[in-house]
Each structure stands twice: as structure tokens, then as C-alpha cells.
């Protein structure tokens, strides 16, 4: 068993600030930080437009990027929290700066600030097209300088350990006391006892297959923390990026970033046609949910399987020099950006939902935080907009880290039992996780996708009872492992995405129910 003050289950931009600042502040407490694959593998590694933040006073203002992020969450979002995250936003980003992140200057040595779907003003700071790239590299050099900070990489957070795990537990207020957690290398299952956990494990892209995060974003933490009893909310709001490279082989997509068609590319279908202006005054620049909607609908008038960017048209020295990440990656697939449309298909991308947290951090279960992609906080509602995520990331770090530096709390004092595996087996039938992930994937991605209907979101549930208990059972009987594990919590998130998207009734931003028609003639 490991004991920490702090224990933190992932290493993105969320789990990182955090740590970052705890042991900065408290130079004697530990913190430990649980990751999964590499150190530095994480959503945040991925993310490539940038942080949206106001930072040209004359031109932008805080009200203008309310007003924004408040438009594309369609109603739902919570005015307060929106308020907050974007007037802390400055102060953030220069913590940033401060542990080494830089960020894209212009020729009068000025931000270099983008524009992207959704926004009114150029607000999006960015270094080329490998922002997220660029925090997490200053953000783990940090976390290495500071000796109370240990990353275990290569290690499974499988399940929190909450009361009903301790013997002769009669608290009535649910607790969580740390984590069992697998190490990979060495197949060992441990106990890290905690007096706080922090939840900053991402997102939930790979349930859908077609995704444009890694193969880890297997929706761990929110898992986790909904089978400790931790509520759930807004799972039905998954936002889909409308341009993804479409691959057909299906596996995760790369990302053709939203300040490309800032920079004026066009959506066109097979037949040339840029059939964006058909849909939105806005054309390409709509915000996300509208054009994935778009998209999806003209898939379906022509059952093809993409629709086209057209860069051609644009400044190419000015668009290699923006985007040499996204240049490169079509030329390695054969598509010379100057002359060839980029042949691209909605993907998974970004949870609005999750576990739900108040304006600290802290979830529904004592000494357990969330923050990042695998919390809900209000500030997205409906639909996320664009590089509003890592800078909610900051914000909500900081929040979480400033009420653990305000409050102090008591060790914990109680006897977590060993993991107990005794009687499992090493099953001889990966084949089967194999299948019913794949199974699930398809599931999702047809019956459960950009726009759903009651009779699939039914049919959904049928089939995913099907999986779950077949899982279950090989989870019971079995020796642990991650893509086991990673399998039953996709499972999981599938269920809720589900049970959620037939609860509401009316559709908001990027949910789309075509029973639900009646309030949204758009489509």
C-alpha cells in the first residue's frame, strides 16, 4: 500500500496543474500521480487549436466570450460558472507562461491569437497546431523539479475505494479513501490510501470508435466514480468534431483542427457543392454541432462515406506555416493539401457531461474532486465551445487546488482491505474483449451518434445488456487486465450516455433526438 496526501488519477493538463500547485504550496505533502500509459500520453497532448482567453481589451472583452460560450451551450449552461471560468482565464494562462509554456507571437511580437467556430473576436492563444502538445511538455518539466510530486505511468486506476469497502463502515456520508490500482508492468494490484482523490482522467472518445482522442480515452474516471455512487450528469451531450481525416479502417481519426476552416477552408460534398451555406448563415464557421449535424445529413442524402476540405484555394506558405503539424499528416496519407481536398467524416471528440462538480471541484462524494474533460461543471451546457476545455481545465484545477490550500482535513484513519482476486483465472480469451468492444463501438457509433432516435437509443440498451453481462461475468471469473477493465468502463459510459439521451425531450445544442423534432425544424 502507498499512502499520499494527494492522490491524482491522470496526467493531462487538469491532474498536472493541480499537482503542480499543491506541491509547490506544500513542499512536505506528497502527491501522487496514477497514469495509465506514457506520462505525457493524455487528450491534452492532442489538443491543437488552443486556449480560448480574453486578452485584447480594445477589440475582445469578457462579455463577448460569455456571450460565446453561453450561444453554443444553448441554454443550459450555468451563467455563474461561465462568469468565472472566463474572467479567471488570463490569470491562469500566465501561470502557464510562467512553468515555460509559449505560445505563438505575431510580427510586432503581439499574441498570435486565432479565431475558431462559435467565437464573435481572434481570442484563441496557440502554439502552431500542438498547443496542448506544448502544455503538457512544460507542465511535466515543472512536475519533475518538485520532489513531492511521483508519476507511476503504466498504472490502472481500477476502482475507488469508498465506505462500503471498509468493514464496520456505519458513516452515513459517502467517502472516498484512495484507489486499488494495477500496475501494468508487473500485473501487482495495490492500495494508494489518500486523504484526497482528484478525478482528472479525460474523456470517453474510443466508446464511438470514429474518435479523434487516443486509445486511452476510455471514460476511466467517470466510471469510477459512477459505480462509487458519485452523480452523473449530461452524459447525452457528447460533442462530435465535424472534421476528422476520415481513415476507413475506423480507428482513432486525426484531428483537422476547427481554426482551419477559420483560416477559410470550405466544406464541400462529393459533387463540389459547399453545401454549408444551405444550413447556416455562418457557412463553415457554425458552431460544431451545426455543422457535424450538416455533415451527417448530407452523408445520408448520398450515403457516402465523407464529405471534403477544400484548402486549396488559400495562402499556402501562410497555411504551412500555421498548420506544418496538419500539412505534414495529409501529405503522409497522400493528400497534397495546395491541390487535393481532405476527405473528412464527424468523430467522437469532447464530453460535456460527467461527474458532476460544484465551483471547487468536489463531487458528490467527500474527499473525492473532479476536473477536466471527465467533469461536468456547467460551463459548457449543450455544446462545448471551441477551446473553452483547456482553459476550464486551468480554472477548475485552481479551484480545486485553492480549496485543498483553505481547508485543511484530517488523515484518514481507516483499514482498507487488500485487493482480493482469489479464485480468478488468466483468461485464454482475449478474443472476447476484442469482440465485444468492437461490438460496442458499432453500436454506439450507429444507434447512439450525432443524430439518435428513441427507437435506437432502445434498441441500444437491448444490445449493450447483451455486452454488459457477458463482460461482467468475464470480469468476475478473470485475472484483472487494462483492456478488460477499459472494456466494462466504456460499458458503463455507453449506459448512461443511453439512459440520458432518452430522458431529454427537447433538443439542446449537440444533442439531436429526431423525435424530439418538433422543437428544431432545422434538420
Known amino acids: 500500500m502507498i499512502e499520499a496526501n494527494y492522490l491524482v488519477i491522470g496526467s493531462g493538463i487538469a491532474g498536472l496543474t493541480f499537482s503542480v500547485k499543491i506541491a509547490e504550496k506544500f513542499p512536505n505533502r506528497s502527491v501522487v500521480i496514477v497514469t495509465k500509459a506514457n506520462e505525457d500520453e493524455s487528450n491534452t497532448k492532442y489538443a491543437q487549436g488552443g486556449v480560448a482567453v480574453v486578452l485584447d481589451a480594445e477589440k475582445d472583452s469578457f462579455n463577448k466570450h460569455i456571450e460565446d460560450t ?13 462568469k468565472m471560468v472566463i474572467e479567471e482565464g488570463p490569470k491562469r494562462l500566465e501561470e502557464l507562461m510562467l512553468w515555460g509554456a509559449n505560445f505563438d507571437l505575431d510580427a510586432s511580437g503581439e499574441f498570435d491569437l486565432g479565431k475558431e467556430g462559435g467565437h464573435s473576436e481572434y481570442r484563441i492563444i496557440h502554439h502552431k497546431d500542438i498547443t496542448g502538445y506544448e502544455i503538457e511538455r512544460a507542465l511535466l518539466k515543472r512536475a519533475h523539479q518538485l520532489p513531492n510530486i511521483s508519476i507511476l505511468p503504466h498504472h490502472f486506476a481500477i476502482d475507488l475505494v469508498t465506505n462500503h469497502h471498509i468493514a464496520n463502515n456505519a458513516s452515513e456520508k459517502l467517502s472516498c479513501y484512495g484507489a486499488y490500482v494495477f500496475d501494468q ?12 482523490t482528484l478525478l482528472a482522467s479525460g474523456g470517453i472518445g474510443c466508446v464511438y470508435g470514429h474518435t479523434t482522442n487516443p486509445v486511452i480515452a476510455t471514460g476511466d474516471g467517470i466510471a469510477m466514480a459512477y459505480r462509487a455512487k458519485a ?29 482551419v476552416r477559420g483560416f477559410g477552408a470550405y466544406l464541400r460534398n462529393n459533387s463540389g457543392h459547399r453545401f454549408m451555406l444551405d444550413y447556416d448563415n455562418r457557412a463553415e464557421l457554425a458552431s460544431r454541432d451545426i455543422v457535424s449535424q450538416s455533415i451527417d445529413s448530407e452523408l445520408k442524402k448520398s450515403g457516402d462515406p465523407h464529405v471534403y476540405l477544400d484548402c486549396t484555394h488559400l495562402d499556402m506558405d501562410a497555411f504551412k506555416n500555421h498548420f506544418p503539424n496538419i500539412y505534414n499528416k495529409c501529405l503522409e496519407h497522400h493528400i497534397k493539401i495546395d491541390t487535393d481536398w481532405i476527405p473528412v467524416v464527424p468523430a467522437s471528440h469532447y464530453l460535456c457531461g460527467g461527474i458532476d462538480v460544484d465551483k471547487k471541484g468536489s463531487t458528490s462524494i467527500a474527499n473525492l474532486f473532479a476536473c477536466g474533460e471527465c467533469s461536468r461543471t456547467g460551463l459548457h451546457g449543450a455544446n462545448r465551445l471551441a477551446s473553452n476545455s483547456l482553459l476550464e481545465a486551468l480554472v477548475y484545477a485552481h479551484n480545486v487546488f485553492k480549496y485543498h490550500s483553505e481547508n485543511d482535513y484530517k488523515p484518514i484513519e481507516v483499514l482498507i482491505p487488500d485487493w482480493n482476486d482469489e479464485g480468478t483465472i488468466i483468461p485464454k480469451e482475449h478474443i472476447l474483449v476484442q469482440h465485444n468492444l468492437k461490438q460496442m463501438q458499432a453500436l454506439m457509433r450507429d444507434y447512439v451518434g450525432i443524430v439518435r432516435s428513441n427507437k435506437r437509443l432502445k434498441r441500444a440498451i437491448k444490445h449493450l445488456d447483451l455486452i454488459h453481462n457477458e463482460v461482467e461475468e468475464l470480469y468476475k471469473e478473470s485475472k484483472i487486465s487494462t483492456s478488460l477493465c477499459e472494456l466494462r468502463n466504456m460499458i458503463n459510459v455507453s449506459h448512461l450516455i443511453v439512459k440520458q439521451s432518452l430522458k431529454r425531450t427537447e433538443n439542446k445544442g449537440g444533442y439531436y433526438n429526431i423525435d424530439n423534432v418538433k422543437n428544431n425544424e432545422a434538420f
Open 70 to 82: 453561453l450561444i453554443a451551450g444553448d441554454g443550459l449552461c450555468d451563467a455563474e460558472v461561465v
Open 185 to 196: 508492468k508487473t500485473d501487482k494490484i495495490f492500495t494508494i490510501k489518500a486523504n484526497s
Open 231 to 259: 452523480q452523473i450528469k449530461d452524459m447525452e451531450f457528447v460533442q462530435f468534431h465535424p472534421t476528422a481525416l476520415y481513415e476507413a479502417k475506423g480507428e482513432s481519426s486525426f484531428l483537422i483542427s476547427e481554426a
